[in-house]
């Protein structure tokens, strides 16, 4: 038995109008990973925020390595060696790596900021993680699993003994992601407490040794994870309720053309981009982190420009050019980063929720005027619809758990029905009940005729709901498979294995 | 109406103020009504006979101008930008309209002129903003050196009269009440609806809070910002009536630099946010209101210019501290 070096005891945080953890005790030792689960709202974050030092709980004490400690900021839990990576990441696309990594913790030398010293503490940090790139670099200019990596050395750059990890691998490619495993197992043997919160349970089955489950903000059970199965966690986790994690659609078949994108380009980042989509269809789009896949997306709803190319869209009927800028009328977008263009984070649910369908929710008696009540039941059909978890319609959306926020932003686009949804990750940050979920909206989606274009990091989930599939690479298609392809066909053709198409 | 609201979320939601969650965490957004009312009870001591219904009407004739300027400086605040060139668009709309009437123009027209030119002014900046991605703060302090300026120059820093009938016909008393304070009603009643109760207000917000994220639901940004601008150039031209109407005259003078501060303080005062995204059209009359107070006893007292504008600069600065601080804490 080892003695455990961090102990949250009776833990309890509430929050207007929820109690986000009730009584809440756990242990972890040093040289152990321990795995945090639980649905979406459950309150993994609120506690990981406590240990951070960004909230205060209500009740219970801290104790590390045997001695209670109070930990009222984050300053305070770094001094303790508590590291915290977050779920969401919050990045300066101005600053340099270095600066994001030491932002708020710069050493000074007669007091000047000591570059010198710092870029070579950053390149050493990263380097451990695998990453070569210069920290001067501006945080622009690298990828989203590259800036991932920056936020989890900026956690590293202090020598913690507690690391936290909320969802690291959500914008990782897989290479990346077997690095930060290695990483991760390499800190383990240093002698670290890691907590890792994930909703991949394979990982947590693959990463961790210990696991302990939240529901509702209760500890609902935990133990030695070879004492589990795959499905008594996702049975912890749920709850009594019956679901089907392996959604996966049937065969059907689909309708009259609704999309046709010709020769989409844009210099250096995407070239000749061109694909049709019918009505009642799911086309995959496949590829690795940063084959295009994201900007081809933008590109179709004029987020990013062109250079060159048309976008038809079926209109009453008819092929119809549609100029980038217009696009948005008839898809549905839901993006990869929620904070910065999928939420107005200060605002309430139910401004969120209704954002894209504004002109239809007003009164049939004054132009222009919300009718509030239509408004509140459309409002609570899809919170129900999508089962959010919150308080109430008027509570902040920034006050909901990374998974909610993801169902908030899903919600207002089946609200508004489109006739075309684009959906970057859209199950991103979700439990596995809630993935199932989207999965079988989605199929529901396509069966009342919309025509979906899903990009996924996942293959098994691309593969659960697509009907036909699009392979990028290096901004380009290189090849377009049907129904029938297996899995080591596509995973070949978006590394380059298959020879290219003409 | 509800008079407690600036907080948006809360307007549109049933549970409004009932719901113990946001009153806990908004505190802040009674602020203005506080401020008013000690304010008010601090004059009324200061002043004998302050809190008669004559002296209170004279009070909110003076502010009529002021906040009717307020609540366009809020719709472009509400957006997150500053519209520093109301008070030259303002000079300059009614310039021209007085110049229109002077040579013998009709009344009427001269009133429209005094609109018309300001809105279109405003026009321009939300164009240059919008379109060309230019930031707000350049483009409309240009806007203010170009339109004092230009004033100055026409005017030869001379006022130009108006007529005797103009300032009548504004002026004139309905049920007791002069005509500007009850065009203020309306504008602010008016204003207050759009904002709290149409797709076009709650776009407004949305755009305030996040072009990004607005953009992406299909909100047409670019438009919403276009309005804003443009709305608040029209209501420096209805400004630009009440005051050559008390005036009797236009003149460059209207448009100092120094009367932006006014607009922008009675805005954050009355508990708009300069971040964007909070604040309605009341929250900006309110603080006009506020803000003709101070100024008034400041007057009153002797206090010289230069400390006036010291301390309205100083409660500027505290107000939007006040702001930031309320938001910091939201964001926990
Ligand atoms: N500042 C806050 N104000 C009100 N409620 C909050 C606040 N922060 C969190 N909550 C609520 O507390 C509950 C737990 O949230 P938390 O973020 O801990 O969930 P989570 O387990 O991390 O979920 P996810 O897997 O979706 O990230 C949620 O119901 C959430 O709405
Ligand atoms: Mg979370």
């Not at chain 1, 990782?172 to 002698?191: A, C, P, Y």
């Not at chain 1, 990463?207 to 049975?235: A, H, P």
């Not at chain 2, 200061?46 to 003076?62: D, K």
Request: charged share 15%; net charge neutral.
């Amino acid at each position: 038995m080892t003695v455990s070096y961090l102990k949250m005891e009776g833990i309890a945080k509430f929050f207007p109008g929820v109690q986000a953890l009730k009584d809440v005790t756990f242990e972890a030792a040093k040289g152990e990973i321990l795995g945090l689960i639980g649905a979406n709202g459950a309150g993994k974050s609120t506690l990981m925020n406590i240990l951070g030092g960004n909230l205060q709980p209500n009740a219970g004490r801290i104790l590390i390595d045997g001695k209670e400690v109070c930990i009222d900021s984050p300053t305070a839990a770094a001094n303790h060696g508590i590291a915290f990576v977050h779920q969401e990441m919050a990045m300066l696309p101005t600053m340099s790596i270095t600066d994001t990594m030491y932002i708020s913790s710069y050493p000074y030398k007669r007091g000047l900021i000591d570059y010198k010293k710092i870029h070579q503490n950053c390149r050493s940090v990263l380097k451990r993680l695998g990453c070569n790139f210069d920290p001067r670099e501006k945080i622009r200019n690298i990828s989203p699993g590259d800036q991932q990596m920056v936020e989890i050395g900026r956690a590293l750059l202090h020598n913690p003994q507690i690391i936290i990890f909320d969802e690291p691998t959500s914008s990782l490619t897989l290479r990346e992601k077997d690095h930060l495993f290695d990483v991760i197992r390499s800190l383990k043997n240093e002698g670290a407490v890691i907590i890792y919160i994930s909703h991949f349970l394979d990982e947590v089955f693959n990463l961790c040794d210990r696991v302990m489950v939240l529901r509702n903000g209760e500890t609902v059970g935990g133990g030695q994870l070879s004492d589990y199965t795959y499905n008594d966690i996702v049975k912890m986790m749920i709850g009594s309720k019956e679901i089907d994690t392996y959604y996966s659609r049937s065969e059907h078949s689909t309708g009259e053309e609704i999309m046709r994108v010709e020769g989409l380009s844009r210099t250096g980042i995407i070239h000749d981009i061109s694909f049709s989509l019918n009505k009642g269809e799911v086309l995959g789009i496949w590829g690795q982190l940063g084959s295009g896949r994201t900007e081809v997306a933008r590109a179709l709803v004029g987020l990013d420009p062109i250079d060159s190319g048309m976008i038809f869209i079926n209109i009453d009927g008819s092929m119809t050019p549609v100029k980038q800028s217009e696009t948005k009328k008839y898809i549905g977008m839901i993006t990869e980063n929620r904070r910065k263009e999928g939420l107005l984070l200060p605002m309430s649910v139910k401004n969120n929720m209704s954002l894209a369908n504004l002109p239809k929710l007003t009164k049939k008696s004054i132009p222009f005027v919300i009718d509030p009540k239509l408004e509140n039941s459309q409002v609570e059909k899809f919170v129900s619809r999508m089962e959010i978890k919150i308080s109430s319609p008027s509570q902040r959306v920034e006050t909901l758990s990374g998974g909610n926020q993801q169902k908030v932003i899903i919600g207002r686009w089946l609200q508004k029905n489109p006739l075309i949804y684009i959906m970057d990750e859209p199950t991103r940050g979700l439990d596995v009940g809630a993935k199932a979920d989207i999965r079988r909206i989605i199929s529901e989606l396509a069966e009342q005729g919309a025509g979906i274009l899903v990009i996924s990091s996942e293959i098994e989930e691309i593969m659960s709901i697509s009907d036909r599939y699009i392979v990028m690479k290096r901004g380009g298609i290189v090849n377009e498979f049907g129904g029938k392809v297996t899995r080591e066909e596509l995973v070949a053709a978006a590394t380059g294995a298959l020879t290219e198409k003409e | 109406m509800n008079l407690h609201n600036s907080g948006i979320s809360q307007l549109f939601s049933k549970q409004g103020a009932s719901n113990t969650h946001e009153l806990y965490l908004n505190w802040t957004r009674y602020l203005p009504y506080i401020v008013l009312i000690v304010v008010f009870i601090a004059v009324s001591f200061v002043v004998p006979y302050f809190l008669t219904v004559p002296n209170i009407l004279s009070v909110l004739l003076q502010t009529s101008s002021l906040a009717v300027l307020a609540i366009g400086q809020a719709a472009v605040l509400i957006l997150g930008g500053i519209d520093l060139s109301m008070p030259g668009v303002m000079a300059l709309g009614a310039i021209f309209g007085a110049m229109y009437m002077e040579s013998g123009g009709n009344s009427v027209i001269g009133g429209l002129v005094m609109i018309l030119v300001p809105t279109t002014l405003g026009f321009i900046n939300g164009v240059s903003i919008s379109y060309f991605n230019m930031i707000p703060f350049v483009v409309t302090m240009a806007m203010q050196a170009i339109t004092i300026g230009a004033a100055t120059m026409i005017t030869n820093q001379i006022s130009i009269p108006v007529s005797q009938n103009f300032c009548d016909a504004i002026l004139k008393k309905v049920i007791g009440i002069p005509l500007p304070i009850i065009i203020m009603l309306v504008v602010a009643l008016c204003s207050q609806f759009v904002m709290t109760k149409t797709y076009f207000g709650r776009w407004l917000y949305s755009a305030g809070t996040s072009i990004p994220t607005s953009k992406v639901s299909g909100i047409p940004t670019k438009r919403v910002v276009l309005a804003a601008y443009t709305f608040a150039g029209m209501m420096g031209g209805v400004a630009a009536i009440i005051m050559t109407s008390r005036l009797y005259a236009a003149s460059p003078q209207m448009g100092k630099d120094s009367v932006a501060m006014d607009i922008i303080a009675s805005a954050a005062v009355g508990g708009v946010s300069t971040m964007g995204g909070v604040g309605t059209a009341l929250n900006a009359v309110v603080g006009a209101i506020i803000i003709t107070l101070i100024s008034n006893v400041m007057n009153m007292a002797n206090v010289s210019y230069y400390l006036t504008l010291v301390i309205k600069g100083l409660i500027i600065i505290a107000f939007v501290a006040i702001d930031a601080n309320s938001r910091r804490k939201l964001s926990r």
